[in-house]
Nanobody
Framework: QVHLVESGGGLVQAGGSLRLSCAASGPTFSRGAMAWFRQVPGKEREFVAGISEWDGSTYYADSVLGRFTTSRDNAKNMVYLKLNSLKPEDTAVYYC???????????????WGQGTQVTVSS
């Protein structure tokens, strides 16, 4: 099982940028798909972005397409999420997660980090 730790969250003004990092440990990291989800209190956790394990292909929620970019460095066991043109509605706790296959469903993800808070002020 992969152990995940997110960092990089914080408070930013609307229109600003942040880069979230997810440090992974465990023998199977390079062989799994990774994804970012986010959650606000009282709402379901929602898919944000994902990246495949082999060719690095990425996929995004419509709400962040063109603004967020995810990448991974298997040699460093790291996954990143660059958040640009942030909006107040992007405020949430952001989680990284690992799964054996590419998926947008949180049910497919077996390992989760503790989350990092992103707050966007208007």
């Amino acid at each position: 099982q992969v152990h995940l730790v997110e960092s990089g969250g914080g408070l930013v003004q609307a229109g600003g940028s942040l880069r979230l990092s997810c440090a992974a440990s465990g023998p199977t990291f390079s062989r799994g798909a990774m994804a970012w989800f986010r959650q606000v209190p009282g709402k379901e956790r929602e898919f944000v972005a994902g990246i495949s394990e082999w060719d690095g292909s990425t996929y995004y929620a419509d709400s962040v397409l063109g603004r967020f970019t995810t990448s991974r460095d298997n040699a460093k066991n790291m996954v990143y999420l660059k958040l640009n043109s942030l909006k107040p509605e992007d405020t949430a706790v952001y989680y990284c997660a690992a799964a054996p296959i590419i998926s947008r469903s949180q049910a497919d993800f077996r390992s989760w980090g503790q989350g990092t808070q992103v707050t966007v002020s208007s």
